[in-house]
């Protein structure tokens, strides 16, 4: 599993039939930083994901890839590599909260 911020969605008119009536969305990878462990970094990369729980723009996120993908309830069938798997309420690091964050 891997962490990520909604960054986007995506429609697509013209896909495989299966496909149709699941939302997609645009996925930026989160990673924490060694040097600084309290927040975190983007990735470099982008993921487009099947959206199985209803997550919105702003949410931070639990993914998963590959085969792992296809075992998520609905999905066995469908030709994904990437879906959402959990909305995140809150992430600590080091006995730090850094999820959501403090005001600052």
Do not use: W
């Amino acid at each position: 599993m891997f962490l990520a911020r909604v960054i986007g969605s995506i429609v697509a008119t013209k896909k495989d039939a299966a496909m149709t009536g699941h939302k997609l969305l645009l996925l930026r990878p989160l990673v924490v930083d060694e040097t600084t462990p309290d927040r975190f970094r983007p990735g470099v990369n982008t993921v487009v994901a099947v959206d199985a729980l209803g997550a919105g723009v702003d949410e931070v996120v639990l993914f998963c890839q590959g085969s792992s993908a296809r075992q998520a309830v609905g999905m066995k069938a469908l030709p994904v590599d990437a879906v959402v798997i959990g909305i995140v309420d809150t992430v600590d690091v080091l006995n730090q909260k850094i999820y959501p964050p403090a005001a600052r």
